[in-house]
């Protein structure tokens, strides 16, 4: 199985001011995100950024390191700029893995490539958990997914669906027994073809209303296949509170080795 993995980082951060570089124990937090990529089966990790201070940074600690414009609307159309400076072949297989997911689980990685390896009508793979608890189902933060008998993506969602009528008719918020909830995980595998048409295709109703990008696609057509793990990911770094959390992860583990 062979794909690559790219770690897009933008300089500009609105919650988080230069996330990239916010050090976790002693590395930037893309410098420890590509590393953990690197885990996975992936055959070239590479960091995609439109600053120097990111490409030094990867470069001072062997990272591979390509140079993208400062005008993408999102990290996927950087991928696609990625794909054309790196002339990748159609079928190539590029994972995303974001910047700010230094314990981003390496066998998620691979699982996600080798769905989209093994389905040649998906146009991108991705993942999902079960959702447990109404906390999440109900939280416009956890992006949800309906997905057919074959684990293809119908709809993605802020909203808490599938609405259990019946259970929700009182008005509180529970998660029915055998309610086929389930928790988008933001790790993608695209085919190079599809990172060269995605930039040419215009943003969608949908997408806009919900703000989610992958809606994009499914409103042009294009089959989102979801692999669905048990257990939900660590989470990446949006807050204050989700930095100090990983950097006394990464203190613990360092400590133990």
Same mark, same amino acid.
């Given at each position: 199985?062979?794909?690559?993995?790219?770690?897009?980082?933008?300089?500009?951060?609105?919650?988080?001011?230069?996330?990239?570089?916010?050090?976790?124990?002693?590395?930037?937090?893309?410098?420890?995100?590509? /590393?953990?990529?690197?885990?996975?089966?992936?055959?070239?990790?590479?960091?995609?950024? *439109?600053?120097?201070?990111?490409?030094?940074?990867?470069?001072?600690?062997?990272?591979?390191?390509?140079?993208?414009?400062?005008?993408?609307?999102?990290?996927? @159309?950087? &991928?696609?700029?990625?794909?054309? %400076?790196?002339? &990748?072949?159609? @079928?190539?297989?590029?994972?995303?893995? %974001?910047?700010?997911?230094?314990?981003?689980?390496?066998?998620?990685? @691979?699982?996600?490539?080798?769905? &989209?390896? /093994?389905?040649?009508?998906?146009?991108?793979?991705?993942?999902?958990?079960?959702?447990? *608890?109404?906390?999440?189902?109900?939280?416009?933060?956890?992006?949800?997914?309906?997905?057919?008998?074959?684990?293809?993506?119908?709809?993605?969602?802020?909203?808490?669906?599938?609405?259990?009528? @019946?259970?929700?008719?009182?008005?509180?918020?529970?998660?029915?027994?055998? &309610?086929?909830?389930?928790?988008?995980?933001?790790?993608?595998?695209?085919?190079?073809?599809?990172? /060269?048409?995605?930039?040419?295709?215009?943003?969608? /109703?949908?997408?806009?209303?919900?703000?989610?990008?992958?809606?994009?696609?499914?409103?042009?057509?294009?089959?989102?296949?979801?692999?669905?793990?048990?257990?939900?990911?660590?989470?990446?770094?949006?807050?204050?509170? *989700?930095?100090?959390?990983?950097?006394?992860?990464?203190?613990?583990?360092?400590?133990?080795?």
């Amino acid at each position: 199985m062979s794909f690559l993995v790219v770690v897009p980082a933008r300089a500009g951060s609105t919650r988080l001011l230069g996330k990239p570089l916010l050090d976790i124990a002693g590395l930037p937090m893309v410098v420890r995100t590509a /590393q953990q990529a690197a885990r996975s089966s992936a055959s070239r990790v590479l960091i995609a950024t *439109d600053h120097l201070d990111i490409q030094r940074a990867a470069q001072a600690h062997g990272i591979e390191c390509l140079m993208t414009r400062t005008d993408h609307a999102t990290g996927t @159309d950087r &991928l696609s700029e990625v794909v054309q %400076q790196l002339e &990748l072949a159609d @079928d190539a297989v590029v994972v995303n893995v %974001q910047g700010d997911e230094p314990l981003i689980d390496p066998t998620l990685i @691979d699982a996600v490539a080798a769905l &989209l390896q /093994q389905s040649p009508e998906a146009a991108i793979a991705t993942c999902a958990a079960p959702i447990q *608890d109404a906390a999440t189902l109900f939280d416009p933060n956890a992006v949800k997914v309906v997905c057919d008998s074959r684990f293809r993506a119908m709809y993605f969602s802020r909203a808490p669906i599938p609405w259990a009528r @019946d259970a929700l008719a009182d008005g509180k918020q529970r998660v029915a027994p055998g &309610l086929p909830a389930w928790h988008h995980i933001g790790l993608y595998a695209y085919r190079a073809s599809f990172l /060269q048409e995605f930039p040419q295709l215009p943003p969608g /109703q949908l997408e806009r209303i919900e703000s989610l990008e992958q809606l994009r696609a499914l409103e042009q057509g294009y089959p989102i296949f979801v692999h669905p793990t048990q257990a939900l990911p660590a989470r990446g770094v949006d807050t204050e509170e *989700d930095l100090a959390r990983v950097r006394a992860w990464f203190v613990q583990e360092d400590s133990q080795h």
